[in-house]
């Protein structure tokens, strides 16, 4: 009986690897971004809100931003390796636009009320849906035996 052995990114056919990372960056990219706004709310030293003319900045601004640069990259390149760094890209960009999906839904800053577990809730069903999917579609490497 064959040995099983923990898999790397690099046993994950060029074509999966950008949603690998995607889901990867989304997962991390949410969690940091919850501890970081905390940190913010709590007003731990150093940490601050952007503004820009007394005005909020909200971090889906840059996650949109940056799904536009990913789709427009996507529009044009197909290299494996370019769809690898999209694939980080848009993982991370789509994270800074669902943790604030209750404020985009609600159209005013619920963040910390009850009202912002919805962020939450959408967030844990994608890692959890997405996470599945890879699972469940995983293609056989080329170091594995046929059944």
Excluded: C, Q
Excluded at 20 to 42: D, E, K
Excluded at 102 to 124: C, F, M, Q, R, T
Aim: aromatic share 8%; proline share 1%; net charge negative.
């Amino acid at each position: 009986m064959a040995r099983a052995r923990i898999r790397t990114l690099n046993d994950v056919h060029p074509t999966r690897r950008g949603m690998v990372l995607a889901w990867w960056a989304f997962t991390a990219t949410f969690g940091g971004l919850r501890a970081l706004t905390w940190a913010i709310h709590v007003h731990v030293g150093g940490f601050g809100n952007i503004s820009a003319g007394g005005v909020h900045i909200h971090h889906y601004l840059w996650g949109i931003l940056l799904l536009i640069i990913v789709a427009s990259a996507g529009l044009i390149e197909r290299s494996p390796t370019w769809h690898s760094w999209m694939g980080l890209a848009f993982g991370i960009g789509l994270a800074l636009v669902i943790d604030e999906a209750a404020l985009l839904i609600e159209l005013k800053d619920v963040y910390w009320d009850n009202a912002g577990g919805i962020s939450i809730a959408i967030a844990l069903i994608l890692i959890g849906l997405a996470g599945s999917l890879l699972a469940l579609t995983r293609t056989r490497g080329v170091d594995e035996e046929e059944d």
